[in-house]
C-alpha cells in the first residue's frame, strides 16, 4: 500500500466540488473574486457551469428562481463581507418567497475575525446572516465539508423551501486530507424534500366543509405552482367544478383562459365566496390579510393547504387546517372526492362566469388603442397577444404600473411561466431571473420592465449577451417611477421620481452587441419582439410610454402614509 507520504490528497476546493457535483449540482451563480476565484475556475473546469455576473444581487436572485423552477437548490456563491451582503437581499427574498437556494460566501478566519484585528473584508457574516434566512452554516475542518453540504441543500428543499447561508472562511479551502477519507466523507442526500403526508382526518374535516359551500373559492399561490403538481391540480378544479384565482406567479398553473379561472371577476369572488380553499397562498397581505373590505361582511370559512403547520391561523381562523406538501394534499382531497362529487353550484359559477365576461368585455377596446407614445394598456395589449401565440416563452416581470397592469392584462397558459417580484414586491429581481430562467429552461424569456425596475439590475445585459441568452427585454419607458411628470416644486434639482427624458436603453444593448430597438407604438413593439423570440438574440426594447399614462405605486398606492399637517 502506498507510504502515508504517497498517499493522494485532497482539499476543500475539491471537496465542495465532490459534494456539489454529487448532489447534482449544474450550475453556480456567482461574481469572483478573493477568496472564491479560483474555486469557481475549479468549478467550471470540473463540468460545472459558473455564470459569473456583475452584482451579487442579481446572482442571487438567479439561483432563488433557478431553485423556484427545479426544486433543486439554486446554487450563489459570493465573496467575503460587501459581496455576501450584496447577495442577503437575494436570499432574504428567496426565504421570503419559500425559494429553495444557498448563498455559499468565503469568509474571513475566525480567530482573527472572534478577536476583530482587522482581517481583509473582516465579518462575522454566519451571525448576520442567520435571522434572515431559513438555515445557516458554517465549516471549519475539510471533513466536514461533505455533512456540512448536505445539511445545506436537505435544510434548503425541504418542508417549507427557503435560502440557506454557507459560511466558507478562507483557510478551508487549501485545507487538505487524504483523498479516501475524503471521498469517505462525502454525502448523497436521500430524499431531500421528504413527502409531507396529511392527516385523514384533516382531508375529511376539509372536504366537509368544501361540500356544504354555497360559493367555493379555491385560490392558488406560487406554493402550488412549485409543488409541480400541475394534472392533480388541474383535476382538482375540473371534479370540484369549483372556480379559482391563482395569484401573480402562480398564473398559468390551469391557463387564466379556463372557463372555471375567476381572474377577471377577483374583488367579486374575494367578497362573495362563503368558503376559500387556500393551496400554497398565504393570507398576507397580497390577499388583505383575508379580512376587511376586499372580503365583504359575509361570514367567511378558510380552508388551508400548507406545508408549515404554524402558517394556519396567521391572519383568520382557518376551520380547516390541512398541513402537509401540496402534491400530497391536493391528491388526497381528489382520494376523498371520488368519482361522484358533486359539482359546485351553478347559479354560482355563473355569476362569476358572468362577473369576468363583463370585466373582460370592459378591457377589451383599450388593448386595441394604437396611439402613440403608447399607453400601458395599448403596449400591453401587443404583448398579451404574443405570449398567447408563445405560451411557453417565461415571462418575468417588474415595475410599479409595468407590473400591476401587465399580471391583470397578460393572461399565462402554462405552469411556472410568469416570474415577478412575489411576497415582497421587490425591485430588482428582473435580469437574475431572466437570465437563471433561460439557462435553466433554454425557453426564450420575455422581460416586461419598469424603466425604474430596469435600472436596479441593467447592468447585466452585459452578462446576458455574454452568454448569448434568448433574453427580449422590454423597457416600458416613461421617464420615471410610476410616471414621468413630477416636477420639484422647490425647482433646481429634478423631481425625486423622473429620469432624463427621452431615453434610449435599446442603445445600453447594442454596447455589449445586442440587438436595440425603439418601439413607439404596439405594431413596432409586437414586430419587434416576434423577430427577438425567433432569433434568440439578446434584445432590449425601449418602448416609448406616455410619461402621464400611469398611477403612483400602481395599485397599492393605498399603502403610501400620508401627511395631514399642511406646512405654511
Ligand atoms: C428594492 C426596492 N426599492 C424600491 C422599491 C419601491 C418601488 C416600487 S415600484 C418601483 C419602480 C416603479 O417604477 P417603474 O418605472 O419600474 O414602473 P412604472 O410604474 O411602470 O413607471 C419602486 C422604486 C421596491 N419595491 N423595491
Ligand atoms: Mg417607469
Request: aromatic share 6%; with cysteine.
Amino acid at each position: 500500500a502506498a507510504g502515508a507520504e504517497e498517499r493522494e490528497l485532497t482539499d476543500g476546493f475539491h471537496l465542495i466540488i465532490d459534494a456539489l457535483k454529487l448532489n447534482g449540482v449544474e450550475t453556480i451563480y456567482g461574481v469572483p473574486g478573493i477568496p472564491i476565484t479560483d474555486f469557481g475556475r475549479m468549478a467550471q473546469a470540473a463540468g460545472i457551469r459558473v455564470i459569473s455576473f456583475r452584482h451579487e444581487q442579481n446572482a442571487g436572485n438567479a439561483a432563488a428562481i433557478a431553485g423556484y423552477l427545479t426544486k433543486k437548490p439554486g446554487i450563489c456563491l459570493t465573496v467575503s463581507a460587501p459581496g455576501f451582503l450584496n447577495g442577503l437581499t437575494a436570499l432574504a427574498n428567496a426565504t421570503t418567497n419559500c425559494f429553495p437556494m444557498i448563498l455559499i460566501s468565503g469568509s474571513s478566519e475566525r480567530e482573527i475575525v472572534d478577536l476583530q484585528q482587522g482581517d481583509y473584508e473582516e465579518m462575522d457574516q454566519l451571525a448576520i446572516a442567520k435571522p434572515l434566512c431559513k438555515a445557516a452554516f458554517r465549516v471549519l475542518h475539510a471533513a466536514d465539508i461533505g455533512i456540512a453540504v448536505a445539511r445545506a441543500i436537505r435544510a434548503a428543499v425541504s418542508g417549507r423551501p427557503g435560502g440557506v447561508y454557507l459560511d466558507l472562511p478562507a483557510k478551508l479551502f487549501g485545507q487538505t486530507m487524504d483523498a479516501e477519507k475524503g471521498a469517505a466523507s462525502l454525502v448523497k442526500v436521500i430524499d431531500a424534500a421528504p413527502a409531507m403526508i396529511p392527516a385523514p382526518d384533516a382531508i375529511k374535516r376539509a372536504l366537509d366543509v368544501l361540500k356544504g359551500a354555497k360559493r367555493p373559492l379555491i385560490i392558488f399561490g406560487k406554493g402550488a405552482a412549485y409543488a409541480q403538481a400541475d394534472d392533480d391540480i388541474r383535476a382538482l378544479v375540473e371534479t370540484s367544478g369549483i372556480p379559482f384565482l391563482q395569484m401573480s406567479m402562480a398564473k398559468g398553473l390551469l391557463p387564466d383562459t379556463h372557463a372555471l379561472s375567476a381572474g377577471a371577476a377577483r374583488s367579486t369572488v374575494l367578497k362573495d365566496a362563503d368558503v376559500v380553499m387556500l393551496i400554497g397562498a398565504r393570507l398576507n397581505w397580497l390577499l388583505s390579510h383575508g379580512k376587511g373590505k376586499t372580503w365583504g361582511d359575509a361570514p367567511k370559512k378558510f380552508i388551508q393547504i400548507d406545508i408549515e403547520p404554524k402558517e394556519m391561523d396567521s391572519n383568520v381562523e382557518i376551520v380547516a387546517p390541512v398541513v402537509g406538501d401540496i402534491g400530497s394534499c391536493v391528491s388526497a382531497l381528489l382520494q376523498g372526492m371520488g368519482s361522484n362529487w358533486p359539482k359546485a353550484p351553478s347559479d354560482w359559477v355563473g355569476v362569476v362566469s358572468a362577473k369576468k365576461d363583463e370585466n373582460i368585455a370592459k378591457m377589451a377596446p383599450r388593448l386595441m388603442n394604437n396611439k402613440s407614445p403608447m399607453d400601458f394598456h395599448g403596449a400591453l395589449g401587443a404583448l398579451r397577444t404574443i405570449i398567447k401565440e408563445r405560451p411557453d416563452a417565461i415571462l418575468v416581470n417588474e415595475g410599479a404600473n409595468t407590473l400591476d397592469l401587465a399580471r391583470g392584462v397578460i393572461d399565462m397558459y402554462q405552469p411556472r411561466k410568469r416570474l415577478d417580484v412575489g411576497t415582497w414586491g421587490v425591485m430588482g429581481i428582473g435580469m437574475g431571473y431572466a437570465i437563471a430562467a433561460a439557462i435553466e429552461t433554454g425557453k426564450p424569456v420575455l422581460a416586461v420592465e419598469g424603466d425604474s425596475a430596469f435600472g436596479f439590475s441593467g447592468m447585466e445585459v452585459e452578462t446576458i449577451c455574454r452568454y448569448n441568452l434568448p433574453v427580449c427585454i422590454v423597457i416600458f419607458n416613461n421617464n420615471g417611477i410610476y410616471r414621468g411628470t413630477d416636477v420639484n416644486p422647490a425647482g433646481g434639482d429634478p423631481a425625486t421620481t423622473v429620469f432624463v427624458p427621452g431615453s434610449r436603453y435599446d442603445k445600453m444593448m447594442e454596447a455589449f452587441g445586442g440587438v436595440g430597438v425603439n418601439a413607439t407604438n404596439p405594431d413596432e413593439l409586437s414586430r419587434a419582439v416576434n423577430a427577438a423570440m425567433d432569433s434568440g438574440k439578446p434584445t432590449l426594447i425601449n418602448a416609448v410610454i406616455d410619461p402621464a399614462a400611469g398611477t403612483e405605486s400602481g395599485r397599492i398606492g393605498n399603502l403610501n402614509p400620508q401627511s395631514v399637517v399642511k406646512k405654511k
